[in-house]
């Protein structure tokens, strides 16, 4: 969010979503595990995740990751990185 503030903070921009890199890898791990076990298929329209729950298939491969935080006016300036 440190390269969106200026925008941000002026309100040339409302605001700035971001995923979790951490939890995207975390997510593709699991889905890969589901896939070599056979859990996974081309019909599947959940996936369990461990700690972040059961994610949605949608397309029959998209899976979501879940809604991305936002930052706005009101938080990005609680944010260093």
Known sequence: ????KPYVNDGCVQSVVLWNPIDLGYAAVYVTR???DG???PDSTEVEAG???TLVV???????LGAPFIFNADNINDFDF
């Not at 969010?1 to 969106?4: I, V």
């Open 1 to 4: 969010p440190n390269a969106m």
């Open 34 to 36: 589901a896939v070599v």
């Open 39 to 41: 859990t996974f298929t």
């Open 51 to 53: 700690r972040l729950g």
């Open 58 to 64: 949608v397309n029959g491969s998209e899976v979501l």
